[in-house]
T-cell receptor, first 114, second 114 residues
Framework: AQSVTQLGSHVSVSEGALVLLRCNYS??????LFWYVQYPNQGLQLLLK??????LVKGINGFEAEFKKSETSFHLTKPSAHMSDAAEYFC????????????FGTGTRLQVFP | ETGVTQSPTHLIKTRGQQVTLRCSSQ?????VSWYQQALGQGPQFIFQ???????GRGNFPPRFSGLQFPNYSSELNVNALELDDSALYLC?????????????FGPGTRLLVL
């Protein structure tokens, strides 16, 4: 069975500050890991994904995440927050044989203050 | 813009009724998945269709059913609506050139059951 846990349902940062959104996963098979962003009244947009190549994954909009097997973590970071980053962020896991069946965490709402 | 559209955007039904939600994917996207996102939760996998056949189902009862058509459109049907069916319903599609191809989400249909 697979699952993800997102620590912190709400995260607030100042514009220009570091963004750190936490995700821990549980998987009995080598996982594929994803971060999605959801803006109000919109669907999900893929930020980045880990598919067992490089452990440091760079995504869109300046985001990156590092796969740490020893810590079962896949935290999302961005060096400098922008106001436009305010949204809901979801971490998700799948197994490599059915990447369409994503198991999502409960999400973290990021607020960015000027 | 993901090229995946959904209709209607919003829908209100009463308990016991039936509903059909529609998704239109990009040309060549033979795999479509449906997700249910309850308020404040992450999306949950309902089922997946590949070349017009169901190809995996999550933990949802049989009153949730689907259809996929050769023109890259698909439907999610829910019978005997319950109050807990109120949610945002998302479809996602991808090409089937490789199972690790990224899937693209539509904006969703928000269903309210009264």
């Amino acid at each position: 069975a697979q699952s993800v846990t997102q620590l912190g349902s709400h995260v607030s940062v100042s514009e220009g500050a570091l963004v750190l959104l936490r995700c821990n996963y549980s998987s009995s098979v080598p996982p594929y890991l994803f971060w999605y962003v959801q803006y109000p009244n919109q669907g999900l947009q893929l930020l980045l994904k880990y598919t067992s190549a490089a452990t440091l994954v760079k995504g869109i909009n300046g985001f990156e995440a590092e796969f740490k097997k020893s810590e079962t973590s896949f935290h999302l970071t961005k060096p400098s927050a922008h106001m436009s980053d305010a949204a809901e962020y979801f971490c998700a896991v799948s197994d490599r044989y059915n990447t369409d069946k994503l198991i999502f965490g409960t999400g973290t709402r990021l607020q960015v203050f000027p | 813009e993901t090229g995946v559209t959904q209709s209607p955007t919003h829908l209100i039904k009463t308990r016991g009724q039936q509903v059909t939600l529609r998704c239109s994917s990009q040309s060549g996207h033979n795999t479509v998945s449906w997700y249910q996102q309850a308020l404040g939760q992450g999306p949950q996998f309902i089922f997946q269709y590949y070349r017009e056949e169901e190809n995996g189902r999550g933990n949802f009862p049989p009153r949730f059913s689907g259809l996929q058509f050769p023109n890259y459109s698909s439907e999610l049907n829910v019978n005997a609506l319950e109050l807990d069916d109120s949610a945002l319903y998302l479809c996602a599609s991808r090409e089937d050139r490789a199972w690790e191809e990224t899937q693209y989400f539509g904006p969703g249909t928000r269903l309210l059951v009264l």
